[in-house]
């Protein structure tokens, strides 16, 4: 995760394991967000000596997490031994259950993939049991795959589209699934310790966790190096919409964990009905569904429910690159819509960037228009108070993204916890 409110803090009186295991969590850190560097700039950077990065780093090696390679001589001649990430010796996996499509994908320490998958699924109709089996396969072929490629899962998190509550882990609500105070991760793991049993010996499953699916998309996209993401808000378009709030570089979770609700912020009183039961909700003009309601007719092949989400933009980004006007005005409406809700947000925490993520993203160069003249127009502060629009790289496997990074934390925070987790899932 890169998250800014992840600090390693070392005290001289603390216990010396561990003092070794948050300096080991700093150096992987430091070279996952910085790139392979020599011994000294590493201990240089890190604030530790010379002596003991060094000794760090074999640890680190030992453990099989970084290699020590000789660069070749550069410059005036000194050797360039670089100190670097393993790629793919461990891995996080994460997963989503939307209303129309699961996914999961397992992501290594420098952000590599390792594996993925996508299933495109009638939520709504499905009862919950079902939703869970499904995932959990997804999960389950994606382990075996990790495992088949040599590399250790350190946990598993599961991003939902709903509430989760902070303190119980329950998917308190979740309106478009219809879902109330289910326990995803005790059904995940009964459903993978079933699995991995009917293979042969019976490995651990790695932990799991649950958490709301734009939370972890927000988690995706925080950027240290860049400070105009530090005051950021996450627009993530599903069938509904997902939002986050961060602020000074950390997610806003609220109370109970249930803050960033903003798809339903009520737009337009007159409205449409909202899953939730609210009438105007912002999602109901924003989200996916609507978006299809208004550019497709309800026979259209778009609409197949076994369609995975990708397939699904794929024919919509056709058709507005063929200028065709039933998309484009669609297109239009939403981008007209995400501005004005937009603007309500960026007049009350005035972010340095809004980032469209989700569905927004691939269709983001034909809503950015009619949201940036909305926002314009909307936000009290000149210039829309400075905030930046931009597009998510990651787009709809943010989440997921986000969920896998969610789930290296606990290798960044005590590397050699490794020692553990091989057993389950070499
Ligand atoms: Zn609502």
């Known amino acids: ?8 803090r070392v005290s001289a009186t603390a216990d010396p394991a561990a003092v070794r295991s948050a300096r ?23 604030g530790l000596t010379r002596s003991v990065a060094t000794g760090l780093v074999d640890e680190l090696v030992e453990l099989g997490l970084v290699s020590c390679e000789d660069a070749g001589r550069r410059g005036a001649g000194r050797p360039g031994v670089q100190v670097r990430l393993v790629g793919g ?21 420098s952000g590599s993939v390792i594996a993925e998958a996508r299933r495109g699924i009638d939520g709504r109709n499905l009862p919950p049991e079902i939703v ?6 997804l999960v ?30 329950l998917v308190t609500i979740a309106p478009n699934l219809g879902w109330r105070d289910i326990d995803v991760v005790a059904e995940v793991r009964r459903r993978l310790a079933v699995t991995a049993g009917s293979v042969g010996p019976v490995p651990p499953v790695p932990p799991v966790r649950v958490a709301n699916e734009a939370t972890l998309a927000a988690t995706a996209e925080l950027e240290p190096s860049d400070a105009d993401r530090a005051d950021m808000i996450v627009l993530y ?41 609210r009438t105007g909700c912002w999602e109901t003009a924003v989200g996916l569904r609507p978006l299809l309601d208004a550019a497709t007719d309800p026979d259209d092949p778009v609409r197949d429910p076994a369609l995975t989400l990708e397939e699904r933009l794929a024919t919509l980004v056709d058709r507005a690159r063929l200028a065709d006007g039933r998309t484009l005005a669609a297109l239009d409406e939403v981008g007209a819509w995400l501005g004005a809700g937009a603007a309500v947000l960026v007049n009350t925490l005035n ?20 949201l940036e003249t909305r926002l314009a127009a909307d936000v009290l502060a000149p210039h829309a108070g400075g905030t930046r629009v931009a597009i998510s790289t990651f787009g709809p496997t943010a989440a ?3 969920g896998a990074l969610v789930s290296l934390e606990p290798l960044l925070s005590d590397p050699t916890a490794l020692a553990e987790l091989h057993g389950g899932t070499r």
Do not use: K
């Open 1 to 8: 995760m890169r998250d800014a409110d992840i600090t390693v």
């Open 24 to 46: 080991l969590g700093l150096l992987l850190r430091s070279l996952r967000d910085g790139g392979p560097r020599s011994r000294g700039r590493l201990a240089e950077e890190t």
């Open 89 to 109: 010796a461990v891995c996080g996996v994460g997963a989503e259950i939307n209303v129309d499509h699961l996914a999961v994908l397992a992501v290594d320490l």
């Open 132 to 137: 869970l089996d499904e995932v959990a396969d």
């Open 140 to 169: 389950a072929d994606a382990l075996a795959e990790a495992r088949t490629a040599g590399a250790t899962v350190t946990g598993i998190t599961v991003g939902v589209a709903g509430l989760v509550d902070a303190t119980t882990e």
């Open 237 to 277: 378009g599903e069938v509904g919409l997902g939002g986050a709030v961060v602020s000074a570089g950390r997610v806003v979770r609220g109370r109970h964990g249930w803050a960033g609700e903003i798809g339903h912020l009520r737009v337009d009183p007159r409205g449409r009905l909202c899953g939730c039961g």
């Open 351 to 370: 972010p340095g960037t809004v980032v469209l993520s989700g569905y927004f993203a691939v269709l983001g160069e034909w809503l950015l228009p009619a």
């Open 400 to 402: 997921v993204r986000g």
